[in-house]
């Protein structure tokens, strides 16, 4: 239900909206950060805003998970915009309000972004389908011991605050700086689709827009299912 706040909260949309452009303009990064969120919001039984909830003595939640623990971001922006607009929030599809702010995408939101050195170690220095001097270059920071674990490198050294399709001609040239990345663009089915983005970024945009609205429909609560928080980080 995109027009859920229509009635009850006519500004929400557009106070959320300036609220996370004015956190981008302050950190690039946030952009990303913003994706990555409600992207693991949504895969743990659906977009809920379970993720915003932190942990207590009887309770464990999602941001101490290995997945994200310490690398998770932008929890407090969205808690600000609620309290911008002064909205309850209700643990549903409804939360993923922001998803109006086109940030999102499924067909591969590593065009903006970064990564730590411990999640594309094994890449440059062991595996053969990338570009050597890319290999060598990402080498410098990202050392073969496990010094610099939390070292970053961005997921498109092209354009990394830009969200475009330059990530999709990076794996033409095997300079997939993640393992799950390259695997698109190696010989298999998927070449035909990173090319094609590649070639047309409105293609891309136009599925990365329609993927977004369909991960946003992953096991909605509706009706009396779920409930309102009133403080987005904790069950009332």
Known sequence: MPNYYDYACPQAIPTIRKAIRNAIANERRMAASLIRLHFHDC?????????????????????????????IRGMEIIDAAKQAVR????????VQIYLHLQLETLPRAHTVGQAQCVTFRNRIYNETNIDPGFAIHRRCGCPS??????????????????????????????????????VLFNGGETDGIVAGYSRDSSSFYA??????????????????????????????
């Open 43 to 71: 895969f743990v039984q659906g977009c809920d805003g379970s993720v915003l909830l932190k942990d207590t003595p009887w309770f464990t939640g999602e941001q101490t998970a290995l997945q994200n623990n310490n690398s």
């Open 87 to 94: 909205l309850f929030v209700r643990e549903s599809s409804h």
């Open 145 to 182: 011991d496990n010094a610099g674990n939390g070292n970053l490198a961005p997921l498109d050294p092209v354009t990394p605050y830009t969200f475009d399709n330059k990530y999709y001609k990076n794996l033409m040239q095997k300079k997939g700086l993640l393992h799950s990345d390259q």
């Open 207 to 236: 599925d990365f827009a329609a993927a977004m609205v369909k991960m946003g429909d992953i096991s909605p609560l509706t009706g009396s299912l779920g409930q309102i928080r009133k403080i987005c980080s904790a069950i009332n």
